[in-house]
Nanobody, 128 residues
């Protein structure tokens, strides 16, 4: 089992940058594929990015590709989301998630129900 805690959210102007962190407890962090999801007010939670257990692959939603970078440091039990060129439509609560399951279809990692553990979320607000 793993517990996740996000940090790094805040208020930023459009065009600015933020880096989110997701700190994990437990010694088996490196066994989990990780993901970032977000939920804007009145909308469904949506996939943002995912990374394999060793960082060997990463996948992004089209809406953030080229602007966001997901990474992880297994020695620090931490995952990151570097967000550049932020837009007002990026405003949401951002959640990190973990799954110990290896899916052979990468699309399975885009679905929130395929993750077993979740953080409490961190608010990101982008002003225009």
């Amino acid at each position: 089992q793993v517990q996740l805690v996000e940090s790094g959210g805040g208020l930023v102007q459009a065009g600015g940058s933020l880096r989110l962190s997701c700190a994990a407890s437990g010694r088996t962090f490196s066994c989990y594929a990780m993901g970032w999801f977000r939920q804007a007010p009145g909308k469904e939670r949506e996939f943002v990015a995912t990374i394999s257990w060793n960082g060997g692959w990463t996948y992004y939603a089209d809406s953030v590709k080229g602007r966001f970078t997901i990474s992880r440091d297994n020695a620090k039990n931490t995952m990151y989301l570097q967000m550049n060129r932020l837009k007002p439509e990026d405003t949401a609560v951002y959640y990190c998630a973990a799954t110990p399951t290896t899916y052979y279809s990468r699309s399975r990692y885009y679905t929130d129900s395929n993750y077993d553990y979740w953080g409490q979320g961190t608010q990101v607000t982008v002003s225009s």
